[in-house]
């Protein structure tokens, strides 16, 4: 089902038939890529219109992506027929005159990234779980803005509730491995699941029963997304800072200055992350090399601030852990940012040693608030960066 839905939506964009696309965010995470494909179904399926995923990112870049290359794989396919940011089929919406109609999943408001590749997007839908940035307001199909564990929760939920879903086995699988992923499987202790991931959970379950796998294993299905997902054996430092990346810009409403912030999450310890890079001859250990990664990252990001958030288990103890470390060639900025995280009680936040050579562009962080996510910091860095 969902392979052949795939080609013919692409298809259609091809032969320049009208389209509306489905756009899940810029991080392209599986949540994103799974809400975009089962959202374009379920639309399709509801105004008897054609309605395409596009993920936000170039093709080459999915590799990085190995848990929704997996997700994929269980349901039966794979990502040959999705629309990237790159694709020759986008050109398109480049060239004609008229919007190209598109419905945000996973995000609310479009990355730049976005209205870059699509200058002439028109938003007639949204369906999302972060916080409200209140835009888009008067969205011509739905918007559904609900915080949960995940996007596709909601997506889930609308399925349940449409007559008729156009829902099978192999799509109510690929809807749970974003679900299970996002949620630590449904684990209340990270304080990410809601009622509606709890439901949802239940109606792609009852999917899957009432559709002949009675022996499926959503624990089993978990742990084979997690470790696909946790693999960087093959990865450099600069694949894990793009495999799961987001890009805002902020204009501080005392000062008129512009920050632009790039946020990397990344499921290794720092030091591994740092070890990612070979030594520099005559330094000692992979600071003075990580340096460079991160300074030609951010130059080729224009960002004015680089965070690489982490969120892993630490081998040693199976204690649930995160660190967060900060890039900047401004010093005062970087010294504003510092010193709001020590002082956040909501980070719980203690500052870790890093090497002399490069203590003055990067800053280290043990963060003792485990369930302060992406999801959570992103705003209230948005708040601090506009109040400049």
Not at 72 to 97: H, K, M, Q
Not at 150 to 166: E, K, Y
Not at 265 to 289: C, E, F, M, Y
Request: proline residues 3%; aromatic residues 6%; hydrophobic residues 45%.
């Amino acid at each position: 089902m969902i392979s052949s839905f795939l080609a013919k939506a692409l298809d259609n964009v091809t032969r320049r038939l009208p389209v509306t696309l489905v756009i899940g965010n810029e991080a392209a995470d599986c949540d994103s890529v799974v809400s975009a494909i089962s959202l374009s179904v379920l639309l399709t399926h509801k105004y008897k219109s054609c309605f395409v995923p596009m993920v936000s990112i170039p093709r080459a870049e999915f590799s990085l992506r190995t848990d929704s290359a997996a997700a994929l794989s269980t349901a039966r396919s794979d990502s040959s027929d999705l629309l990237f940011t790159d694709s020759l089929a986008i050109s398109r919406f480049r060239n004609e005159n008229a919007a190209c109609r598109a419905v945000l999943v996973d995000h609310n408001v479009p990355a730049l990234s976005l209205t870059q590749c699509l200058p002439q997007l028109s938003i007639v839908g949204i369906v999302d779980h972060h916080v409200d940035e209140a835009q888009f307001t008067d969205c011509e199909l739905m918007r559904t803005i609900s915080p949960c564990g995940s996007a596709t929760s909601l997506v889930a939920l609308m399925f349940r509730d449409s007559d008729q879903p156009p829902i099978d086995t192999n799509l109510a699988k690929l809807m749970l491995a974003p679900i299970l992923l996002d949620t630590v499987n449904l684990n209340k202790e990270f304080n990410r699941v809601t009622q509606q991931d709890m439901e949802a959970f239940d109606f792609l379950m009852r999917v899957i029963r009432e559709g002949g796998d009675s022996g499926f294993d959503p624990t089993a299905y978990f742990n084979f997304l997690q470790n696909a997902k946790a693999d960087v054996s093959g990865l450099s430092m600069v694949d894990l800072l793009m495999r799961d990346y987001k890009q805002s810009g902020f204009v501080g409403s005392k000062t008129g200055r512009q920050v632009e912030l790039g946020i990397s999450s990344v499921g290794t310890p720092i030091l591994d992350l740092i070890r990612k890079q070979p030594s520099i001859a005559g330094a000692s250990g992979s600071w003075d090399a990580a340096m460079e990664t991160l300074r030609s990252f951010a130059s080729k990001k224009e960002l004015d601030v680089l965070m690489v958030m982490t969120a892993y288990e630490d081998s040693a103890d199976g204690v649930f852990k995160r660190e967060l470390l900060l890039y900047s060639d401004s010093m005062d900025l970087s010294e504003f940012l510092c010193a709001l995280m020590e002082q956040s009680t909501d980070m719980e936040s203690s500052q870790m040693e890093v090497d002399n050579r490069v203590a003055d562009k990067i800053k280290w962080f043990a963060v003792g608030n485990t369930k302060m996510s992406r999801k959570l910091v992103q705003p209230i860095l948005a708040g601090i960066l506009e109040s400049l």
